[in-house]
């Protein structure tokens, strides 16, 4: 089942989300064709019960679908949407049609308006469903007042709405452990290909008459990339652990702190390996790297996982250890 649902969604997504759409939704052009080809599939109600007209989907069994979107740096939120469509269910709220954003952090209401600064997706997600005020709110982009965050080619911007526009839910569980999930499928992805990029690159480049990838420290380099993509890969197994299409807490704060600790070295050491010529706008590498150092944030870091983890684990008592132990090996939240 795995691999038939991973297989679709690569080949369908190496077909609709080429680095040229990747560049156009940069410049502020929606993909609303890949979207479209996507939300077909049935991709967006995986994790949607039968019942409610979803395939019923386990998040293991949904998550090849996100590292394949990870792999392809797909430019709209097809794992939030997979998750938050999830979550609205449970929540007993009729389906929204169109893609959404999770955003789970960083909001607030002052006045009549609510909003944010750096709200991932905002820029061709069609819905956020975000947490403020204590309230979960269902907000639409198409009311939204935009302004871009100035990082190149970021997906993410300022965003506020008037509250009259928002639509409060009833609070279910909270959204961060969604956000971290979706976060850290994604990276794994990700690193995927950029390990993937970095072995052609290094096999094909030649260097004092032989490909650089034959020399000991650049095959140094590369097994330290492998092995934090592979440790990325065992984090989002981890965060897609859960009940009802909802992740555990705890294994989804661990598989997000994980998942983002690894970022830095993986794309480091991608661009080294390349050279100057990975951080041009016509090589494709700076087009996954870049969404791997936004999505290492986004959702949390690993630093605010990390503390979140520390406080659950004493909060429990003096054998914090142990209390982790348990709480992984019984897959439980925190």
């Not at 097809?78 to 999770?102: F, K």
């Not at 790297?289 to 944030?297: D, N, Y």
């Amino acid at each position: 089942m795995d691999n038939l649902l991973g297989d679709a969604a690569e080949r369908l997504y190496a077909q609709t989300c080429t680095p040229d759409l990747i560049r156009l939704a940069e410049q502020g052009h929606a993909p609303v064709e890949a979207w479209q080809a996507c939300e077909e599939a049935g991709f967006g109600d995986a994790l949607v019960p039968a019942e409610h007209g979803g395939a019923g989907l386990s998040l293991p069994e949904a998550l090849p679908v996100v590292l394949a979107a990870g792999r392809h740096a797909c430019p709209y939120p097809i794992a939030d949407t997979m998750l938050a469509r999830a979550w609205l269910c449970l929540a007993r709220r009729p389906q929204t049609a169109g893609s959404i954003a999770i955003a789970a952090h960083g909001l607030a209401i002052q006045g009549a308006r609510i909003g944010g600064l750096n709200l991932p997706w905002i820029r061709t997600a069609d819905h956020v469903l975000a947490e403020a005020g204590g309230q979960a709110w269902l907000l639409p982009t198409r009311a939204a007042c935009i302004r871009p965050s100035g990082v190149h080619g970021s997906l993410a911007a300022e965003a506020s709405w008037a509250l009259s526009d928002a639509e409060r839910i009833e609070h279910g569980p909270s959204l961060a452990p969604l956000a971290a999930a979706a976060y850290a499928g994604l990276i794994a992805g990700a690193m995927e290909r950029v390990l993937a990029m970095t072995l052609d690159y290094a096999n094909q480049r030649s260097q004092f008459g032989k490909p650089i990838g034959r020399f000991q420290a650049v095959q140094q380099q590369i097994s330290v990339m492998a092995e934090q993509a592979c440790a990325a890969r065992m984090a989002a197994q981890l965060a897609f652990q859960g009940s009802d299409a909802l992740p555990g807490p705890l294994l989804a704060a661990l598989g997000k702190a994980r998942a983002s600790q690894a970022v830095p070295q993986v794309a480091d050491i991608a661009h080294a390996v390349h050279g100057a010529i990975g951080v041009t706008e016509e090589c494709d590498l700076q087009l996954y790297t870049r969404r791997l150092r936004e999505w290492r944030l986004a959702g949390g870091s690993e630093s605010y996982w990390h503390e979140r983890i520390g406080a659950a684990a004493l909060a429990h008592g003096s054998d914090a250890l142990t209390y982790l132990r348990v709480a992984l090996c019984d897959k439980e939240s925190a």
